[in-house]
């Protein structure tokens, strides 16, 4: 069975940059699409990006000038980067696998980051 | 970005009462490329349904899903105490992925 857990810091400041890392086991990291998902405090779901295990990257719009997913296929692990952080960016992030041509199969926990000083 | 309106926002049942969930997008969803995922608190969300109509696996045959173009539904034939949960929508054959705002269901 797959499994996947975020990892980071749970307080980051304004301005400065968020950094989580997904670790992944029970299962190969290839021929997959690796993702991350947020969800502010009572709110809705919003998809930030995912990488393919080919490295390459797809990002969200809204978010594409501040991300980067990146992959560590030695330790089974990809990773988000998110700059510039306001309190907008408070919110519970998921990583996630999805099979290519399907949705999500598998998701983390979940690791709550707020953004605060 | 294809948006995705769940409604109603609140649905208020009864456990043995049948539910009727709707998804609605602002353009077509290519290839039916539609799931429905159920979150619980503090929980991530478990994927129900996938391809508008197929059931994930370990989900009970209560849940069902149809539609194509446009228009969506989830219909969960009769409520277990289980089910009361929020509901989401996904599209995911457009880029970005996008998710419905979600239904709540809750105990009446």
């Known amino acids: 069975q797959v499994q996947l857990q975020e990892s980071g810091p749970g307080l980051v400041k304004p301005s400065e940059t968020l950094s989580l890392t997904c670790t992944v086991s029970?299962?190969?990291?290839?021929?997959?699409?690796w993702s991350w998902i947020r969800q502010p405090p009572g709110k809705g779901l919003e998809y930030i990006g995912h990488?393919?295990?080919?490295?390459?990257?797809n990002y969200n719009p809204s978010l594409k000038s501040r991300v980067t997913i990146s992959l560590d296929m030695s330790k089974n692990q990809f990773s988000l980067k998110l700059s510039s952080v306001t309190a907008a960016d408070t919110a519970v992030y998921f990583c996630?696998?999805?099979?290519?041509?399907?949705?999500?199969?598998?998701w983390g926990q979940g690791t709550m980051v707020t953004v605060s000083s | 970005e294809i948006v995705l309106t769940q409604s109603p926002g609140t649905l208020s049942l009864s456990p043995g009462e049948r539910a009727t969930l709707s998804c609605r997008a602002s353009?077509?969803?290519?290839?039916?490329?539609l799931a429905w995922y159920q979150q619980k608190p503090g929980q991530a969300p478990r994927l129900l349904i996938y391809?508008?109509?197929s059931r994930a696996t370990g989900t009970p045959d209560r849940f069902s899903g149809s539609g194509s173009g446009t228009d969506f539904t989830l219909t969960i034939s009769r409520l277990e105490p289980e089910d009361f949960a929020v509901y989401y929508c996904?599209?995911?054959?457009?880029?970005?992925?996008?998710f419905g705002q979600g239904t709540r269901l809750e105990i009446k």
């Open positions: 996904q599209q995911y054959g457009s880029s970005p992925i996008t």
């Open positions: 990488i393919y295990y080919s490295g390459s990257t």
């Open positions: 996630a696998r999805r099979p290519g041509g399907n949705t999500f199969d598998f």
């Open positions: 353009q077509s969803v290519s290839s039916s490329y």
């Open positions: 391809g508008a109509s």
């Open positions: 029970g299962g190969s990291i290839t021929s997959y699409y």
